[in-house]
């Protein structure tokens, strides 16, 4: 069975939606792992549906901004996740880089609420894989 990282880094482009999504759900489940989140082009504020979305199921990201990825961000992380396929990244300290072509909705014509709850439970299910259940430890939700 594979261990899962201790720190993960998860990356999109502007660092106000899908990344923001990860990392929200991967402190609030998994809190012994420590989490950060960036973007490539970070944008000024948080999406609004990014946040709702996730206040749906109980998680407060009030106060999280969009950050730029850092050399210092990724060396913290043991395994750095880009969501997406827009956001292009490699690291220089070796650190492993792992790409999650997460389900775009929009792309179905689901636009709104609908979109997000979609993307969330993609990126959820994703998250839980990722430091729960791949190592089978019990998922904390």
Do not use: Y
Not at 56 to 65: S, Y
Not at 78 to 90: K, M, P, R, S
Not at 92 to 105: A, K, N, Y
């Amino acid at each position: 069975m594979t261990t899962p990282p201790t720190s993960v880094l998860f990356v999109c482009v502007h660092n106000s939606g899908k990344s923001q999504i990860a990392a929200a759900i991967a402190r609030h489940e998994f809190p012994h792992v420590h989490v950060a989140s960036a973007g490539t082009a970070p944008s000024d504020t948080v999406h609004p549906g990014s946040a709702a979305t996730l206040a749906e199921v109980g998680i407060d990201i009030t106060g999280e901004e969009p950050k730029p990825i850092t050399d210092d961000l990724v060396a913290a992380a043991d395994l750095v996740v880009v969501l997406g396929t827009e956001a292009q990244l490699t690291t220089s300290d070796g650190t492993p880089v792992m790409r999650w072509e997460v389900d775009e909705p929009s792309a179905r014509g689901i636009e709104g609420v609908d979109r997000m709850r979609l993307v969330r439970e993609d990126i959820a299910a994703r998250v839980r894989g990722l430091l729960g259940e791949r190592a089978g430890q019990e998922v904390g939700r």
